[in-house]
Each structure stands twice: as structure tokens, then as C-alpha cells.
């Protein structure tokens, strides 16, 4: 496929990880320059990783790529993907697309006056979870009707209920708590700690029902990322069985109990980074379920993280939709209706009582 040009506008954490994909994949994907607000901050990227950074706005217009990442804070990130999408180019947006409903609207405004807008939502595209959505999606178990879903955050983990429950802009009310407990501080985005230091993390819980009688059980702790001591877990169930994390417990064709199990198989990747996160971690090579191909690395193996491998998949889907050759995967009124999802679970924990979705633009 014809390599992808674009360029980064923020230098941050998630910024970073279109960084490391574009030297992984440089046959797929050209990084013409990560554009920065201080000039202080551009020279120290481009010394660290050999990137062509700037501090200019027309000089990033006159690459003319072919999609640009928006990768600032979450205030920013709707203002500056309007910006962008205004010049003209396709806009790959981090998450979330916005934090408030009149955002999402002037969003929903600008794809339906023509820009092509983006979100880099990435939960759906990890390997483990796009193979348990194709096992869900051959009815194993039936209609998913009901799910427990601690994986991911807000949006993030909106998607992936609404993904699992083949929910699309239902109606739902939502009832949501939030809670604080004392917990063992033990790895952040940059360093690990083992001095036993403690901190207030915070949990959140919230009941989800949908219109057409789904439902689901959201919970969240606020260190599940990285914390070896707080784990992820999904339990679907339908009417002929339930998913429970990696194993499908089901009736067969003779309506006999039946058990089927993903089987993950990964490498350690080992790298020099003085990143915790980044030294090592396994990259996923198949999965298989019964001797069925459920999943094989879309770019061969090159050395990316589950996250970094979902990533790239939305980056390759952003360059299509940019130039016309298909329809998004994963198009901007799902990411508008996930955060509005999580909007609505915060005014619930906020007000303390059930708040009902109302009807939308996008959801037309």
C-alpha cells in the first residue's frame, strides 16, 4: 500500500506512540514533523528521537500530508482538530473527541459541511478484543444481551460496551457512583515505585441500560492501567452461553454445555527504553480459538505493543478515509456517542441520581 505522510500536532505521551509506529512501520507510515508550541521543547525532541520538529503552523500546512494526528489535552483537542479539519485536511484526533455536548455538535457541524474527522479510538483494535468480538459475532452465545465490562476508561470503555452489546445510537440511561480507596501507588506512565508510597485512587461503577432492554455493568479503578495488583476482566452472556474474559462457556448444536478458550500467542519485545512501559512487553503474534484463526498481526511482526498495533490500525484507516477509498471503521458518530456516554455517566456521579440520553444530531 502507498506509504502514509502525516505529522503530529502536540508532543506528549499519547503523541509519542505515533512516533515509535511511524520507525516501526516505514514502510506504511512517513512522520514529516511533530509540530510543538516552544521551540525549547521541538530541539529536545528532535536531539532524543531524530524526528524533524517546528514550531510553525504554515510550515506543517506546506507538507500538505495527507492526515494530521491531533495529540494536545483533552481542553484542546476540539478546538484544535476544527483548526485542522478547517485547512482542509483529514483530522485523526485523540481521544476524547470533546468534553462537552456543544463540542460534539460543532464537530457533527463540520463533517456534515465535508471535513473528514477521526478519532483515534483504539480499544476495539486490540488483538484480544477483536478476536473475542468475532467469536461474539459468530452467536456462539447467542444475542450479547447483558455485559460487565472493566477494561478500559469512560469513552474508551463506552466503546467497547457498546461494540460488545452491537448497540449503536440506542437510547440509555445511565446511573453511575464513584468512590476513593487507599491504594498502593506501583507504576505511572513514566517510572515504577516500590517504596510502597500510597494514594487515593479513585473507582467508578455505573449501571448502563439500553432502550432495547441491554444492559450494562461498567467498573473502573483509576490505576487498572498498570497496576499489577488491579486486573481487567468481561463477562457476556446471551442467551446460549457467556464470555467470560478468554473462555466461552455454550450450548452446541444438540444443546449440550460446551467450553471454548482464546489462545493467545506472543513474544517479548525488549527494547533500551528507560521507560518502565516501553523496556519490554509481549506483542501478540495469533490467536486461536478450537484451531480457528481468529487473529494474525496486521502489519507482520515488527515490534508494537497490543495499544501501539491498534493505533496503527486506525492511523492505516485515517489514510484511506483521507483519500477516498473507503468508509472509517470506526466513523466520527460513534466516537461522538461515546463521549457522550461518559458526559452523561459524570453529570450521573455529579448529580448523584439516573440521567436518560436525549436525541442528538449525529445519532439521525
Known amino acids: 500500500m502507498k506509504k502514509s505522510r502525516f505529522i503530529v500536532i502536540g508532543n506528549g505521551w499519547r503523541a509519542m506512540y505515533y512516533v515509535r509506529i511511524a ?23 528532535h536531539e532524543m528521537h531524530g524526528i524533524y520538529t517546528t514550531v510553525s503552523v504554515e510550515e506543517c500546512r506546506r507538507m500538505k500530508p495527507d492526515f494530521v494526528v491531533v495529540a494536545v ?22 481521544t476524547p473527541v470533546g468534553l462537552e455536548e456543544g463540542m460534539l455538535v460543532k464537530l457533527w457541524e463540520a463533517q456534515q459541511r465535508g471535513a473528514v474527522i477521526l478519532c ?31 477494561l478500559a476508561h469512560e469513552y474508551h470503555g463506552a466503546s467497547l460496551i457498546r461494540t460488545f452489546l452491537r448497540e449503536g445510537m440506542t437510547p440509555f440511561r445511565v446511573t453511575g457512583q464513584e468512590f476513593s480507596f487507599p491504594t498502593v501507588e506501583t507504576l505511572s506512565r513514566y517510572e515504577r515505585f516500590t517504596d510502597g508510597r500510597m494514594g487515593m485512587k479513585k473507582r467508578t461503577a455505573a ?58 500467542e506472543s513474544r517479548m519485545v525488549r527494547t533500551a527504553s528507560e521507560n518502565p512501559n516501553l523496556r519490554e512487553f509481549q506483542e501478540v503474534t495469533g490467536i486461536t480459538c478450537c ?50 456516554m461518559t458526559i452523561l455517566l459524570r453529570q450521573s456521579i455529579r448529580e448523584e441520581r439516573s440521567v436518560e440520553s436525549q436525541p442528538m444530531p449525529w445519532q439521525r
Not at 478476536?131 to 459475532?137: G, P, V
Not at 461498567?218 to 481487567?232: G, H, K, T
Not at 455454550?250 to 449440550?256: G, M, R
Not at 515490534?303 to 483521507?322: F, H, K, P, Q, Y
Request: proline share 5%; with cysteine.
Open 73 to 94: 489535552s483533552k481542553d484542546s483537542i476540539g478546538e484544535v482538530t476544527l483548526q485542522w479539519a478547517s485547512y482542509g485536511f483529514p483530522v485523526l484526533c485523540e
Open 207 to 264: 449501571v448502563i441500560k439500553f432502550q432495547d432492554e441491554k444492559a450494562a455493568l461498567y467498573d473502573f479503578d483509576s490505576e487498572q492501567y498498570r497496576s499489577p495488583i488491579r486486573r481487567n476482566y468481561v463477562d457476556i452472556q446471551g442467551c446460549r452461553g457467556e464470555m467470560k474474559d478468554e473462555t466461552f462457556y455454550y450450548l452446541d448444536e444438540e444443546n449440550l454445555p460446551a467450553q471454548a478458550r482464546l489462545e493467545v
Open 120 to 150: 483515534a479510538e483504539q480499544y476495539t483494535r486490540y488483538p484480544l478484543y477483536q478476536a473475542m468480538q468475532k467469536k461474539l459475532d459468530s452467536n456462539l452465545i447467542g444475542e450479547p444481551d447483558c455485559a460487565v465490562v472493566s
Open 23 to 45: 520507525a516501526a512501520l516505514p514502510q506504511r507510515f512517513d512522520l514529516c514533523a511533530m509540530l510543538c508550541r516552544r521551540q525549547e521543547k521541538a530541539d529536545v525532541l
Open 291 to 340: 484451531g480457528e484463526i481468529l487473529y494474525t498481526p496486521p502489519f507482520g511482526l515488527c515490534g508494537l505493543s497490543e495499544d501501539e498495533t491498534a493505533i496503527a490500525l486506525v492511523m492505516a484507516d485515517a489514510a484511506e478515509c483521507g483519500a477516498g477509498v473507503k468508509e472509517a471503521d470506526y466513523p466520527l458518530r460513534e466516537a461522538l456517542q461515546d463521549c457522550y
